[in-house]
């Protein structure tokens, strides 16, 4: 199988600490997350390494309106250490009179107070992108059945108005995007967070199914998206998919809910499919609260594969780097 | 001149540093402000200090949907230096489905990260409304013809879905909504910074006239508010009239700009004026950019009360505190 890396800079390094009612967070987007992966499926001959390609600046800015505001604003930082924060969040109803993506209005683009502009930031968003082009590229010109994009950082939080959630470019809409052009595509996040951001984008594209199963956001980041009453709007209505599933929750219950997924996927038809993977699924990880086990990715990838279309896989979350790898390859594997 | 004040604690005091550009700035807010204005006022016989009354939670809440959230938000702190900040602001399309007025939740109800909850917060944000609608009544009732209320925090930011901007609960709207039982309201913001809060609550209300001369907004907070062209809407068009001036404005122009809000006042013909009162615009603010000079006031407070309305003058911003008393001193002297 091949899988598709580019560009991994330690210099971008978000890390976010939270307080929900007693319980104390931390999230850390390190460079060890994609050295973990990258070490587990090293060992397998299986896999393949090949660079990401570069695509014209299109593909990535014809869906995000922030493009230029992440990449000016990195140019701004002085030096490596340096990081941007958005304060204002000026919310409905602001006259926007000067929107020269300047720092000063981050908050038009950005959702949150979290996510971080550092000096590296645009490349590596940039290179995350261009992984999952590179993905969908071969997918689509049938010379691969199944990829693998190692894409840091996350994109599924990205969304049409604004990104967010330690994401920047949305990497598996850009790649559905690409796709689109060849047939239907299905999308199924199977990150422990809500993938808002691919939802949003697609919410009225009725030739897109975008699935989601995750930790139910009454209690979970994003919060605000993931219910199971969001089913896609206007024309494009029945074409999103929610499972909020409880903390706890074991392969049983996660598989029946991919499960009601994939039969919906099924009658959907898509001519490609795309998995936007995370792995703070895991019964160690540090900030998901499911009981996932490592060899249990095995067993989801087999579920996957039942479809038998052509997919690509993106790398979205997973924040326990000692097991990270080792799911990732289990997971890949089960896909085979 | 009755000047009403109240509660001014040590405890409540927000600190923002920022950067614009290579201009570093910040802003505190802090009770030495308070202090400043009552020495001034204190030695000067003419004034006389009352303390605010009590009023009923429904006159603050009415206005402010946020009202529950600052009160529990300030009930969640452990200990007097504790602060909580919202991370997350979801914007449009959010699915809200659990507004429990948890910190969580801070995002929908605060425009940015930068305005603190601190434990003492709700009680100076109530006790500072109080001063206010002490103010009102005062006036409403026909006892005095122009009153002072010493309010901190400020409240001008502070608007219908969201507060922010070292703002809580809008001090002069909520004076408004009680004196608009009596006849029509006519508010005129001094403050360096436009009064975007109150703007927004009367936008749609054609029985109060907004106004507000401010530094330009392409420059300076709130950004998003504060142009020439925002006129009112809906029936209420022509009832909002904002007057943004350059930096380096000095009193000359500034007058010229006052006049040009008093003649829209005379034509509405109200029955009550309100003046948000801020001397950011003072030429040694740290934040400002205007240069009016401290016996200036005394000028602008004659155009004031050339008007010959029931006043009610509530404080907002304004941190030189070496000049901050005499400003308000000399101001009040030229509406006596």
């Given amino acids: 199988m091949k899988v598709i890396e580019k560009y991994n800079d330690s210099l971008h390094n978000p890390y976010w600490k939270y307080q929900l009612g007693k319980e104390a967070y931390e999230v850390k987007d390190t460079p060890q997350r994609v050295e973990s992966i990258k070490k587990s499926l090293h060992s397998d001959e299986r896999f393949d390494f090949i660079t990401a390609k570069q695509f014209p600046d299109r593909l990535i800015t014809q869906l995000h309106p922030y493009h230029d505001y992440i990449r000016n604003t990195a140019l701004t930082l002085n030096n490596d250490e340096e990081e941007f924060y958005p304060d204002l969040f000026p919310g409905e109803g602001a006259h926007l009179k000067k929107r020269d993506d300047s720092p000063l209005w981050g908050g038009i683009w950005c959702t949150d107070a979290v996510t971080p502009i550092k000096r590296k930031t645009y490349e590596v968003a940039r290179a995350s992108a261009e992984s999952a082009l590179t993905g969908a590229e071969l997918i689509s010109q049938g010379q691969e059945k199944t990829v693998y994009a190692l894409c840091r950082p996350s994109g599924h939080h990205a969304g049409p108005r604004v990104f967010g959630g330690y994401c920047y470019f949305n990497n598996v809409a850009t790649a559905a995007q690409y796709l689109l052009a060849k047939g239907k595509v299905a999308i199924v996040d199977i990150d422990y967070h809500h993938g808002n951001g691919t939802q949003e984008f697609f919410d009225d594209i009725k030739s897109i199914f975008t ?103 993106c790398q979205e979350g997973g924040y326990n780097t000692d097991v990270l790898g080792e799911c990732v390859k289990h997971f890949l594997i089960g896909l085979m």
């Fill in 211 to 313: 699935a989601s199963i995750h930790g139910d956001p009454e209690d979970e980041y994003p919060y605000f998206w993931g219910y199971a009453e969001e089913t896609g709007k206007g024309q494009a209505e029945g074409t999103n998919h929610n499972e909020p599933l409880a903390k706890g929750t074991q392969l049983k219950e996660y598989s029946k809910a991919l499960k009601r997924i994939l039969k919906k996927i099924k009658a959907f038809n898509p001519a490609f499919l795309i998995i936007a993977a995370g792995f703070d699924t895991h019964e160690t990880d540090p900030i998901g609260s499911f009981k996932i086990r490592t060899e249990d990715y095995e067993t989801i990838g087999k579920q996957f594969k039942s479809l038998d279309l052509p997919t690509l896989v």
